[in-house]
């Protein structure tokens, strides 16, 4: 891997998520290009992945804000024994650090594998993987 764009969105054909009530809000976002968390408005805690309550204080008061996209990767891990078979190897899974103080599980791309360390500096990168989803992945900034 010496390229610098060897890491890329996954194809078509991957299995999809499924939208749920809680979830709706934030996959239609990612639609329009938004990447979105929930802010309780009890305590502040901003949460991620979309829940009916806070996890924090248990509060139902939850609003939906968009994020600007901007993190830093926490850890990470390369993937070369998928999941499933369509997936595209290898791939780098990580765990993102958002600026407005949640986590979130995504790959990066736009980068080789050995250039991806703690702590890099990741904006948001949408792609459509058919079925009208499109995923949130993240690249260096």
Known sequence: MNTRDSLHAQRPGIPLPRA???SAPFWEGCRRRQLL????????YAVF?????????ISR???????NGLGSVYSWSEVWRPLAPT??????????????????VSNIIGC????????????????????????PYFRPR
């Open 20 to 22: 749920d009530v809680v």
């Open 37 to 44: 968390y929930q802010r309780c408005t009890d305590c502040g």
């Open 49 to 57: 992945n979309p829940a009916p309550i806070c996890r924090r204080c």
């Open 61 to 67: 008061n939850l609003t939906w804000e968009r994020s």
């Open 87 to 104: 997936f595209t190897v290898p791939y780098v899974a990580a765990i993102i650090d958002l600026d407005e103080g949640y986590q979130m």
């Open 112 to 135: 080789a594998v050995d250039q991806v360390v703690v702590g890099m500096r990741v904006r948001v990168d949408f792609h459509e993987v058919g079925g009208g989803v499109v995923l």
